[in-house]
């Protein structure tokens, strides 16, 4: 069992973030729970928390990115690394690092660094060698 319950994207755009985060995070292994549409979207991995959820803010106000935040989802593997940064590129999202080793972090260690459509940075890792 996970020790977060949940992680929280805000949005701009519900729909773009749905195409967005439908490739890449299926692209790691996530689906898209079924909810009605004035929901937010989320997502699970395996049915199982955390759960990411991507939000319109309650109070009205624009959606905006931390500065010096982000959150890593990890990868079984290198080529889903691979998938995630690509799909996310060609979904309106910046790449903030392309996939590859990232030996500082350790011996295994392959990452990739993106922003979504509203700025958010997300990071794909993998910590086997394959």
């Not at 689906?31 to 109070?59: C, F, H, W």
């Not at 079984?76 to 903030?96: W, Y």
Request: charged share 20%.
């Amino acid at each position: 069992m996970s020790v977060i319950s949940h992680i929280t994207f805000g949005t701009n755009d519900k729909e773009k973030s749905a195409r967005f985060y439908d490739a890449v995070l299926g692209a790691i292994g996530f689906n898209r729970l079924p909810k009605p549409s004035e929901k937010p979207l989320a997502y699970e991995k395996n049915g199982q928390m955390p759960t990411v959820y991507i939000y319109t803010p309650e109070d009205g106000r624009p959606a905006t990115w931390g500065n010096g935040t982000h959150v890593a989802f990890i990868a079984d593997t290198r080529v889903q690394v691979n998938l995630f940064h690509q799909e996310a590129v060609k979904l309106g999202g910046m790449s903030e690092g392309a996939p590859g080793p990232r030996p500082h972090y350790g011996a295994n260690y392959y990452a990739a660094y993106v922003r979504d459509p509203d700025g958010n940075k997300l990071q794909a890792v993998c910590y086997t060698a394959d």
